[in-house]
Every structure is written in C-alpha cells, then in structure tokens.
C-alpha cells in the first residue's frame, strides 16, 4: 500500500520519535517501503529564516525587506542548524557531511541573496517580486536541512532512502510546482526505497506567493494527487480532537476518529486545522483519503478524513473556536431595502483584502467577524466614511461542527448550556446545510464558553 505521510516541525525535532512511531513502528525489511514522507523543517527554523508564525518577531527576511545587512544574520542560521545537527548524532547522522551540506547551502542562498538584494537597490524592478523571490529562497532552507538529516540517518541505518529535494536550488528550470513534482518522482520505484520529500517546492508560481507558511501541506498534497497512494497521512504531536484538551482538560475530549472534508474546511476557517483549506481541495477533489494521527501514540488509528463520510448518529464532532477576532457591526438608516447595500460593503473589505469568518444581518445593520491582525486603520476609516455608526469590539467564536447536527432543541441546549455558564450571546448563525453552527461571545468568555459547550454537548 502506497502512501504519502506529511510530518510536521515539531514531530520532525523529536526525529527519534519519527524513527520509533512512525518509519521503523511494527516494520523491517520490504515493509519500510512504498511510502513517501513530506518534511517539514524543525520547529522554529522557518521562524527564524522568515519571521515567528505566531508573534511576528523579524528574521532574516526582514533585515532584507528593511534593506539592512543580512549576511550576518544568515550565517548565525547555519550556526544554529549545526547546533541542532548534533542532536541527531547519535540516531546515525554523519555530523561532518551533514554541517557541511547546510552550510553549502546557506552560502549559495546567501550569493543568490547579495544578487537579489544588489538588483533590488538599482531601484529599476519591481520590489514585490524581488522580495518574493528572497522569501522563496529563504524558506527552502529548512526543509532541505531536515530531509538531508533524515536520508542520512536512514542510509546509515541500513535502510534504502531517496532524497527527493524539490527545492530546485541548482535547477534554472522554469517549471510548475506540479511539474517540478512530477518530474522529480518520475523513474523511482517506490517499492524498494523511503522517499523523503522536501515540504518546500520551487515552481514558476512561486508557493510562498501563493500559499505562504501552509506550502509543506500544499506540497504533500500536490504530490498525493501526482502518485494517488492509497492514502495520506498527517502526523501531528496531538489527534485532532472533539476540544481543545488545554481548555477542557485530556480527559473531557477525544479523537474524532470520522469526518469528511467540509468539517476540515470548517475547522481551517477558525484556525483549527487539520489541513491547509487549499491543500486539503486536491484531495478531495480526487478523493484521496487523509488520516490524521498522533507521532507519539502510533497504536492509535487516528482520525480518518474523507469525501463522502456522514456520521450515522447524529452529534457533534468538534468544539473549537478562536478569541483572537473582532467584531465589526455597521449600522445605517439607509441599509434597509436597498439594493446592492450589502454588495458596497464586501466592496470595501475586498478592497483592504480583509476576508470575514461570520456573518449576521437586520434590517439596519450588517454585523461581521475578522481576524484581529485584519483590523486595520485604512479598513476603520473607509467604513465610517461611509456609514452612520461603526462599531468595533473584541470577541471570540466559538462553533459546534460535525458532519451530521441537524437535530430539532441542538440550538436550544447549545443556548441554554451558555446561558447556566452566564455567557451572553452578542451574535449567532449558522447557514442551512447545518455543519456548523457560530455564536459570538466576549473574548474574555471565550474559555468559559468552550468548556460550558463541551459539557453539555460532548
């Protein structure tokens, strides 16, 4: 059975784990084979080469954008890759030609890099595809560190092992992402080898333009899709889970064990992904599954995500939301019975490429939810200049999602369990198809609310 298996940053730094859980678990000899792993960098690498996912802090890719010297900064990378590398000496990787591989690397993005950056002073291209360009090259530097590691570590364990670097660093080739692949995998017999597959792909479309820090799971899907396995896996450092086990505690929740991808996409769209929302479509599309599974519980089947999966009884899978949004009512005399109000206003958000999570309407006010990072003063101001009143205030979402919820008093027990807890409703909704049902509370409510529902409703 062939299948692709995507391993996340996190699960990648505890390498030994991956070895024990994941390539070596229950197999030996011809049993190793016919699978490809899709790699991430280890955790914090990409943070440090671009800038931290969840705090924003600088790395080397903002010195460039700021025009500041860079160099420096990039070889105390390489000095921090090395460091890590000696922590995966003792699992068989050959520290000498592992250093010197990554240091080759950083100094040829480093060259490719004075080049950019010497063009980008001239003041005659475009500065947006330059610094695109920067940001490619800067990402593609951890994956291949972290597949370099693992092939090593294989082959000196004995196993067949193939480096399948789609980084395309010495390749002038002007090909598609999906061409890079294809043309990359093209001619390997799966069956006598593990490929490790660099979660980073170089293509003329440029993944980081398009998909930005979600392009390892991009990737691993675009690659399910080219070789069609019988699966694909995602190994994460927790199930996917009814709730947040940090907010109900690990023994109130449990693994979903069955859903279909439009409860993925619903789970993506608050933040809670099992799956970049734009790598999970491809293989749905062709209906490929995915599981979802812990790298430190392998005995566990994990959760089995496909097309058509409709829960036989009906009840809610998850219980998630977020508390890092805002809401955004519009209030206005005018709005009622004009045509095409509503369009004017998506006019305007689409205009500062702010994309909304819910949505409630009355006849005088359009209320919406952003993210709180979208919130921006060029958004605020183009609103009041254009309506009566707006108000804004912090908030928090929290959703009941499954694949099969449409029963007669859900709503109501969902309210009255929120109301015992003391939380008040701001806003709610929930479209007809009935996968996923909203309510908007007070940010500082948000835990309450996620604990109050799980009781009631798990």
């Not at 080739?173 to 597959?197: P, S, V």
């Not at 929302?277 to 599954?289: D, M, Q, T, V, Y």
């Not at 694949?403 to 709503?411: K, R, V, Y």
Request: glycine share 6%; with cysteine; aromatic share 8%.
């Amino acid at each position: 059975m062939l299948t692709v298996e995507k391993i996340g940053g996190t699960s990648m730094t505890a390498f030994a784990d991956v070895l024990d859980n994941i390539i070596f678990h229950n197999r030996k000899g011809e049993e190793l084979y016919n699978r490809i792993f899709v790699v991430s960098a280890y955790a914090n690498v990409t943070n440090w080469l671009l800038e931290n996912k969840k705090t924003g802090a600088p790395g080397v890719y903002h010195r460039i954008t700021q025009h500041q010297e860079f160099r420096q900064a990039l070889q105390e990378v390489a000095a921090k890759l090395q460091e890590l590398n000696k922590a995966y000496e003792p699992l068989g990787l050959d520290l000498t030609v592992a250093d010197a591989f990554i240091q080759q690397r950083i100094n040829q993005a480093q060259t490719y890099l004075e080049s950019l950056t010497n063009v980008l002073a001239s003041g005659y291209v475009n500065s947006a595809n330059i610094l695109q360009a920067a940001r490619e090259i800067l990402a593609s530097i951890g994956e291949s560190h972290s597949a370099f590691n693992s092939v090593n570590i294989l082959q000196n364990r004995g196993v067949n092992a193939t480096l399948v670097d789609l980084s395309g660093f010495d390749d002038a080739q002007a090909l598609t992402i999906d061409e890079r692949i294809k043309q990359t995998f093209a001619g390997i017999d799966f069956a006598n080898t593990i490929c490790i597959a660099t979660g980073y792909t170089k293509g003329t479309e440029g993944i980081m333009r398009e998909f930005d820090r979600g392009y390892s799971e991009v990737t691993f899907s675009k690659i399910a899709v080219a070789v069609r396995p019988q699966e694909a896996i995602i190994h994460k450092e927790y199930h996917l889970c009814s709730a947040d086990p940090n907010l109900v505690g690990l023994d109130n929740c449990r693994p979903v064990g069955f859903t279909n991808y439009d409860v993925a996409d619903q789970l993506a769209d608050v933040g809670m992904e099992a799956i970049h929302p734009k790598a999970s479509k491809p293989l749905e599309i062709n209906a490929i599954n995915l599981r979802i599974k812990n790298t430190f519980e392998p005995e566990h089947p994990g959760t089995l995500i496909t097309r058509d999966f409709v829960s036989r009884r009906k009840h809610i899978e998850v219980i998630t939301g977020t508390d890092i949004v805002v809401l955004i009512d519009i209030h206005d005399p005018l709005m009622v019975g004009t045509a095409g109000f509503d369009l004017q206003l998506m006019q305007t958000f689409f205009d500062s490429n702010v994309s909304y999570i819910f949505k409630a309407t009355s006849a005088n006010s359009i209320t919406l939810l952003i993210w709180e990072k979208d919130l921006q003063p060029g958004l605020v101001a183009a609103l009041e200049a254009k309506y009566e009143m707006v108000t804004i205030e912090n908030a928090a979402l929290v959703c009941l999602i499954g694949s099969n919820i449409d029963e007669p008093g859900l709503l109501a027990r969902a309210a009255g369990a929120l109301a015992e807890a003391g939380i008040n409703i701001r806003s709610a909704g929930f479209a007809l198809r009935k996968v996923n049902i909203q309510f908007i509370v007070g940010r500082e409510e948000y835990k309450g609310a996620i604990v109050a529902l799980n009781s009631a409703m798990g």
